[in-house]
């Protein structure tokens, strides 16, 4: 069973910045598509961003122009960048990856989670 566990989550002022990392067991996230999502209070789980094997990123409109992901796969760890933050992007922040190296949207295609980490922003 892979795993994933995120670290980088913690407080910020509104307008600053934060950089979330997720370390993988094995190849996952060499080898397969892997996301970020994230859940605040009262909401749905929300996608982010996902990047796939080949290091292929698309990005949901929340977080274009502020968020970036990527990956080291030589210490199998993916990474979100987050700039820009605001008091709407407080929520436990989760990455996900898929059985398969190509990316599909939604949550329902990824079988694997971490633990989340949680962002609060203050303003």
């Known amino acids: 069973q892979e795993q994933l566990v995120e670290s980088g989550g913690g407080s910020a002022e509104a307008g600053g910045s934060l950089k979330l990392a997720c370390v993988g067991t094995?190849?996952?996230?060499?080898?397969?598509?892997m996301a970020w999502f994230r859940q605040a209070p009262g909401k749905a789980r929300e996608e982010l961003a996902s990047?796939?094997?080949?290091?292929?990123?698309t990005y949901e409109d929340s977080a274009k122009g502020r968020f970036v992901i990527f990956k080291d796969n030589a210490k199998n760890s993916l990474y979100l960048q987050m700039g820009s933050l605001t008091p709407e992007d407080t929520a436990v922040y989760y990455c996900?990856?898929?059985?398969?190296?190509?990316?599909?949207?939604?949550?329902?295609?990824?079988?694997?989670w971490g633990q989340g980490t949680e962002v609060t922003v203050s303003s």
């Open positions: 094995g190849n996952i996230v060499k080898g397969n598509c």
């Open positions: 996900a990856a898929r059985r398969v190296s190509y990316c599909t949207q939604g949550a329902e295609f990824f079988a694997y």
């Open positions: 990047i796939s094997k080949d290091g292929y990123a």
